[in-house]
């Protein structure tokens, strides 16, 4: 159980991780927390400090990494790919994730990045709801694990995502 504390740490690493358009609110990212499909995995340093976290959503039929960041000094450490790992071992159901387009060399990296933990980059378009009010839709694409995925197969999940993650009716 993610305590008060530990929420406070990742959410820090989350805000120095990623643009304010692919993380919500403090409030709105705690509340997650209530959600029966929402969970967070941690990597703590020798003196109990959270460096490294997963978030994810575990459905039905297939699970979703939604973000996962190392404190930035000591990314390349191997922590990230150890929690995705993880993450991918604890069931037999398919993972998706959302990344930028590979158009700098920071998304080539990060695509590369998971490229080599097994997922697929699929190419078919994917646009992010917005997670905060007044912020526009995001162009990303969607990778996958352990196969690449048609759109069509995409579809259902897709739908989970739409409603459950990003709360779209």
Known sequence: MINEHDFSEIYAIMESSFPASECRTFAGQKAL????????????????????????????????????????????????????????????????????????????RRIGFYERLGFHLNHFEYVQPPLREGQADLRLQIMSYPDALAESAFAPFK??????????K
């Open 33 to 108: 927390l209530k959600h029966p499909s929402y969970r967070i995995i941690t990597e703590k340093n020798e003196q109990g400090n959270i460096v490294a976290f997963l978030a994810g959503w575990e459905f039905e039929h297939f699970r979703f990494v939604e973000h996962i960041a190392v404190d930035s000094r000591i990314r390349g450490g191997g922590l990230g790919k150890k929690l995705v790992s993880r993450f991918i071992s604890r069931s037999d159901q398919p993972v998706v994730l959302e990344v930028e387009p590979p158009v700098d060399e920071w998304s080539q």
């Open 159 to 168: 739908e989970i995502l739409y409603t459950e993650v990003y709360g779209l």
